[in-house]
């Protein structure tokens, strides 16, 4: 496929014609099928069927839908949706189908992927903070479903990421270099670079690895969470550090201060509990993974203000400036801002 040549509505229906005697449902019960525009790796369709739920399908390509939004090649390995699906697997037996979408096909030779649509009747998370609601009672769930899945698979050796070329794509070029300008623009490259190579050296877990915002919905009562190709096999501390930077920022204004201090404090105290209990990793070992948590937090702030893809909070100047003030005390373990110094406290 040409690197600029979109996967599109009348492919997947085409492709469903085709398919039609492998598949779980009847291609029949599909009325329309939309495509999901917010994704950049994956082309993304909901398959809405005459009952009024609908399916959630994802193909990956080798060359991304980025590169059709920029119109040049973004050659990405579409066996990252094989990490997806192995994900999906994991977490269903971990956390529950309440929590992460269900597998309803998936066909490797196509790298086509359909799911459950878990995201009805709730809110994406990150809509739901742009209106200042950041739901602090789910701070418990999340702290105790991140522990399970960290000392589930606390200091395994096997490599979850079913693609090396996309895990090392992710890394290099996302974390340690797109997210990282942020740091380098105020702290000396040369310590970033090495905090970066000992956290590689670190034990390791599997990690989500994209526990952002956009990808968790909620309601009232429930919390579920999507996308899972950045799947690998890294520090547990940067899925708990990219979570919990979310409410890090909302503790810094007045009307919501108390509830992300909730959420933080309920997170940390689950995480504690469930890996304290698991005995996968020494105390040493917990003290040292929430002294790199807290740093993760302020390696995402900072990315969010000064990364590459420039600034989430340039309309709001003082939040701004408050956020990677936050996010450089945080990574060098300085508390000169009582944000600083009460997180700081509290990721212990």
Request: net charge positive.
């Amino acid at each position: 496929m040409s690197q600029t040549v979109a996967v599109t509505s009348a492919d997947i229906t085409k492709y469903l014609a085709d398919a039609a005697k492998r598949l779980p449902f009847s291609v029949l019960e599909i009325q329309t099928i939309t495509e999901v525009e917010s994704g950049n790796n994956n082309y993304s369709f909901f398959l809405n069927r005459a009952d009024g739920t609908r399916f959630f399908l994802r193909k990956a390509a080798p060359y991304n839908r980025r590169s059709v939004l920029k119109g040049k090649p973004v050659s990405v390995d579409p066996k990252r949706i094989e990490t997806e699906v192995a994900m999906l697997t994991l977490l269903n037996k971990l956390w529950g189908r309440q929590f992460v979408p269900e597998i309803i096909f998936y066909d490797q030779g196509q790298q086509i992927l359909i799911e459950s649509d878990i995201s009805q009747g709730m809110q994406q998370l990150s809509k739901e903070f742009a209106q200042r609601r950041i739901y602090p009672q789910h701070g418990k769930t999340c702290g105790r479903l991140f522990a399970t899945l960290h000392a589930k698979t606390f200091n395994d050796k096997k490599e979850f990421s079913r693609s090396l070329s996309f895990k090392k794509t992710f890394l290099d070029v996302l974390v340690d270099d797109f997210w990282g300008r942020g740091l380098r623009a105020y702290v000396d490259p040369q310590l970033v670079e090495q905090w970066l190579a000992e956290v590689r050296e670190t034990p390791q877990a599997v990690v989500w690895s994209d526990a952002v915002y956009k990808n968790i919905f909620v309601n009232h009562s429930q919390i579920c969470f999507i996308d899972f190709d950045q799947a690998c096999t890294y520090d547990p501390a940067f899925d708990n550090g990219l979570l919990l930077a979310h409410w890090a920022w909302m503790s810094l204004l007045t009307m919501t201060k108390k509830d992300a201090e909730r959420f933080i404090s309920d997170f940390i105290k689950n995480y504690c509990r469930v890996i304290r209990a698991a005995s996968v990793m020494s105390s040493t070992q917990l003290e040292a993974l929430l002294e790199r948590t807290r740093r993760w937090v302020g390696y995402y702030l900072v990315s969010r203000t000064d990364g590459a893809s420039g600034s989430y909070f340039a309309p709001w100047p003082n939040w701004e400036a408050e956020i990677r003030h936050l996010g450089i005390d945080l990574f060098l373990q300085r508390a000169t801002s009582p944000a600083a110094a009460w997180l700081t406290r509290l990721i212990h």
